[in-house]
């Protein structure tokens, strides 16, 4: 499946919305559009990995990217995440203890991520 | 011998078709179909790697993918890239990810390590037998 891209604001929050395959192929415009985002301004950012079917190093890359990026502009990163496939993959990294992990969008957001 | 043998040029968008031929050929063999997006990610994994070592190295080489199921499911990802290239692979720790100094590129290296080595119990990189390069090597037990 291709990967989707859909953006939406909640309260101070930036949400991207991500669907489908995030891989060494289409990392690249996900790296975009996290850029994009960042530089026209958004500085609280949450990523819904909620369907997202695969996932591998090159789009954790690109997600350990942004949260590097954002910190440095004293933005916030946050991620959402409740497939258990998935969260296995940010245990193994031990990107588990890197990312502030959350349910729901709900949960990022009210987090004061 | 090897069941099913694919070879592709290195090139990002072919590691889905090799994850997809990877995957397909594991059900087929009778890899337990939970352990089916472990065999995708770590055949991913290792086409990604060998993808970006070709491409750092300026080698248009096709990169070699060997299915074989005979008593288990056995995948050989082959690259052509000089073996120093493989040497110093390990996973990172939360700190070292975290590291601002620590590049993309770098820490992918790593996160990718990290996954083929926390998905595949049996996992062995080594040089090729034949000329330049290393092979990955994963093998999976049969369910039948």
Known sequence: ?113 | MATVRLSFSPAPVHVRTARLVGVAVARRAGVREDLLDEVRLAIGEACTRAVALHRQYGLTDPVLVEMSDSGRYAVRVVDRAPIEASIGLHALDADQLANESLNEDDLTTGVGFALLAGFVDDLQVRPVDDGIGTEVRMVWPLNR
């Open chain 1, 1 to 113: 499946m291709e990967l989707s891209l859909a953006t939406r604001t909640v309260g101070e929050h930036t949400v991207l919305e991500v669907g489908g395959e995030v891989d060494v192929y289409t990392a690249p415009r996900l790296r975009e559009r996290l850029l994009e985002l960042i530089d026209s301004g958004a500085r609280h950012v949450v990523v819904d990995l909620g369907r997202v079917d695969f996932l591998d190093s090159t789009g954790l890359g690109v997600l350990v990217g942004a949260l590097k990026r954002l910190r440095t502009v004293d933005g916030t990163f946050a991620l959402v995440c409740d497939k258990e496939p998935l969260l296995k993959i940010f245990r193994i990294t031990a990107l588990d203890q890197v990312f502030p992990l959350h349910p729901t969008v709900e949960a990022a957001t009210g987090a004061g991520a």
